[in-house]
């Protein structure tokens, strides 16, 4: 116990009263994000591909006192998008568009430690890109999310975008379509279970030249990533033609969904393979 009488003089009791107060304010700060250690995540290839391996570096600066980090955790994280109903004030019933969050993986870069005032750490990382992450196509945002856990802080996490590319197959793929006359049009993340997540990441290609213009609509296609393929669903939208063609439109019969499988990354492959499922089905 303390005895504030057995200090050397009135000026150091004055002294010692005041670090022990500041001490206490500092911790009573930081404990609501005020002076409390702050992240900084530096992402060395913000350009990936899906299933390549994200680098980089968590920065940790101390603040204004010690303290304990239960752990450093990375979340991959992107949007996507559902029509919702609501009623309004008068009982009618609207659509809307909302954005939501999905975290595509969370990997631990740190268990617990201490950090000291002022103290500066790193924790360097390398983790693979999620097969499903979606590519930064249309409204598609990826980013990563760092969470440095301190019991009770604010402002204690850091965003950093990435700029997510296809890989080799999903590259041929696209590159593909392009060469079998289909631009590509919306690329949106939607909520769906089809695949067994909460969305799905949709491309939509307008025939605009080639073999299938005038004889298709649009192709609208899912990429699922495998270690060794890629695997595409793709429904392709056939132009009516005359009355059988006009009745399966207004019954909608007229799309038809089929499963592709790419194991090779050669475009001239790719291309065949994608003209012959196409042709077979318009």
Not at 69 to 77: A, G, Q
Not at 210 to 234: A, I, K, P, Q, T
């Amino acid at each position: 116990m303390l005895e504030w009488g057995r200090l050397p003089s009135n000026i150091d009791q004055h002294r010692f009263r005041q670090r022990i107060i500041m001490s206490f304010f500092k911790k009573v700060l930081s404990s609501v994000g005020i002076g409390s250690a702050k992240v900084d995540t530096i992402i060395h290839n913000p350009e990936v591909a899906p299933t390549q391996v994200l680098a980089g570096t968590v920065q940790v600066d101390g603040g204004s006192t010690q303290q304990h980090i239960n752990h450093i955790k990375i979340n991959v994280c992107c949007n996507y998008f559902s029509e919702e109903t609501y009623t309004d004030d008068d009982d009618n019933e609207h659509e809307r568009i909302v954005e939501h969050t999905a975290v595509l993986a969370s990997y631990k870069v740190s268990d617990s430690f201490d950090v000291e005032e002022g103290q500066e750490l790193s924790f360097d990382f390398e983790i693979p890109l999620p097969a499903n992450t979606p590519l930064s196509l249309g409204q598609s945002r990826v980013w990563v999310d760092t969470d440095l856990d301190i019991d009770y802080a604010l402002d204690k996490s850091d965003k950093d975008m990435l700029h997510v590319v296809p890989n080799e197959r999903q590259n041929a793929v696209l590159v593909a379509m392009s060469q079998l006359g289909f631009a590509l049009g919306e690329v949106e993340n939607e909520e769906s279970s089809a695949l067994g997540g909460r969305f799905v990441q949709e491309f939509e290609f307008k025939a605009h030249s080639g073999d299938f213009r005038g004889r298709v609509d649009e192709v609208e296609m899912l990429m699922v990533n495998h270690d060794d393929s890629l695997e595409l669903m793709v429904e392709v939208d056939r132009k009516a033609k005359g009355l059988g063609g006009f009745f399966a439109s207004m019954i909608g019969r007229d799309e038809t969904k089929l499963w592709v499988e790419i194991q090779d990354y050669d475009l001239e492959s790719v291309t065949d393979v994608l003209h012959h499922a196409i042709d077979e089905h318009c």
